[in-house]
């Protein structure tokens, strides 16, 4: 705006027919409001499905703004054609299309990377943009910058670009990618819905590949859009093969890989796998990498190369039964038969031992203190830990054996002393 509009704009704002505005754009407001909500209530059991429309509350979502944006605007053109004055919208409508491009972009962000590290600044840095944009679209500043950024102008071998077209084309990319990244995020929730076993790994490969193409097809369409000449891109993609060859060959050894574990399905999410000494259950399979939950709580990440090309110890693929053992020493006197019986009594009382096959007591070894048994029995659950089931069964054993009076010996020394040689008789006098 100009000096003489601001004015103009000023005066207008201080009428009381602004108060008008005001009363229509809280009014679109408050529907907007109504309807995200109805509709939250409604889709609570399907919140990821629902979450880039409705967010977590109705209110935070791209709805919301969305609904606003539109009501406002059917507003204004309804107060206009009763030759009421609209000052207030033209603050309003620019900065509720501010905030719907906001949401739109922080929601799809989250959506398609949950658990990235870069995330959280990357929505702020888009926040920010977004609302210088909208200030300098308000003031009038932005065609200006845009006119004059027209004539900043550069060779690049025998195409004149000027900065213009390079936001146009940034903006092109990143609406585009915005828009495949949505409905990548759309399309792997609607498949990973109710998805378990084997249509989990398999799914979610299938949502992987579909991310990929669409944010390829995306880039090719923005930079077409712009004028750029995709033919120049095969040269390219010639340094990028080669870069790949060279210096990126683990990092694309990971990609495939990780199609590869997917599609094989030779471990899957949901596995309690073994690999590199570390034990726990997988939670997710990315295109470079797998998370394997340990048994403790911590979470390993696992590049895909490893998972394809070393030994892996999978708990869970044939029998969901682990197999698990501890020893122990009574002594020598004690009633061997009772022994075995209580040992095997002891592991019966554990609920997460099996009944079939049942557990068994072995004599294994005379040791140097006692005799030494191992109670070995199959478990359920292996994810739920079995350091656990471990303690309760020794101290069930334990308690047993205290109470029929059998001994658990404790390392013994015998220490013979010899008896020092007489002295010679003295020689006689």
């Known amino acids: 705006m100009r000096i003489d509009d601001w004015q103009a704009w000023v005066a207008a704002v201080t009428q009381p027919a602004v108060l008008a505005d005001v009363a229509a754009v809280a009014a679109c407001c408050l529907v907007a409001w109504a309807i995200a909500y109805v509709l939250r209530a409604r889709t609570r059991n399907e919140a990821r499905s629902w979450g880039i429309l409705l967010g977590d509350k109705g209110f935070d979502g791209v709805l919301f703004p969305a609904l606003c944006l539109l009501l406002s605007w059917s507003a204004r053109e309804a107060l206009t054609a009763l030759d009421v004055p609209t000052p207030l919208f033209r603050i309003a409508l620019p900065a509720l299309a501010a905030l719907v491009i906001m ?19 990357l929505e702020r840095s888009l926040s920010w943009l977004i609302w210088l944009v909208a200030v300098l679209w308000i003031i009038g500043l932005l065609p200006v910058l845009l006119e004059e950024s027209e004539s900043v102008r550069w060779k690049v071998g025998g195409v004149s670009l000027s900065l213009r077209s390079v936001l146009e084309a940034g903006v092109n990319v990143a609406v585009t990618l915005l828009l495949a ?15 378990k076993g084997d249509h989990l790994s398999t799914r979610k490969m299938i949502a992987n590949v579909l991310r990929v193409l669409l944010m390829f097809v995306a880039v090719l369409v923005s930079l077409s859009a712009v004028g750029i000449d995709l033919t120049a891109l095969s ?15 683990k990092l694309a050894s990971n990609y495939v890989s990780g199609f590869v574990v997917l599609s094989e399905r030779a471990i899957r999410i949901g596995d309690v796998i073994k690999v590199d000494g570390f034990e726990g259950q997988i939670t997710d399979i990315r295109a470079r990498y797998t998370v394997i939950r340990g048994l403790s709580g911590r ?6 190369d490893s998972l394809v090309t070393q030994r892996i110890e999978n708990l869970s693929l044939a029998d969901r039964r682990v197999w698990q053992t501890t020893v122990v020493s009574v002594g020598y006197d004690s009633d061997v038969d009772l022994v075995r019986k209580l040992l095997r009594e002891a592991a019966f009382s554990a609920q997460r031992v099996l009944r079939q096959p049942g557990p068994e007591a072995y004599l294994t070894a005379f040791g140097d203190d006692g005799l030494e048994f191992t109670v070995g029995y199959w478990m359920s659950e292996p994810e739920a830990g079995q350091m656990g089931l471990r303690s309760e069964i020794n101290l069930a054993i ?7 009076g059998i001994d658990i010996p404790f390392p013994q020394r015998v220490v013979h002393q010899a008896e020092a040689p007489a002295p010679p008789p003295a020689p006689p006098a």
């Open 103 to 121: 949401r739109l972009g922080v929601r799809v962000l989250r959506a398609a990377f949950p658990t990235a590290a870069g995330v959280g600044v």
């Open 181 to 195: 990244l949505w409905l990548s995020a759309a399309l792997e929730s609607r498949l990973l819905r109710n998805a």
């Open 235 to 249: 040269v390219l993609g010639g340094a990028i093969g080669v870069g790949i060859g060279l210096g990126l060959q």
């Open 299 to 304: 979470e390993a990440i696992v590049p895909n």
């Open 398 to 404: 334990l308690a047993a054996l205290r109470a029929n």
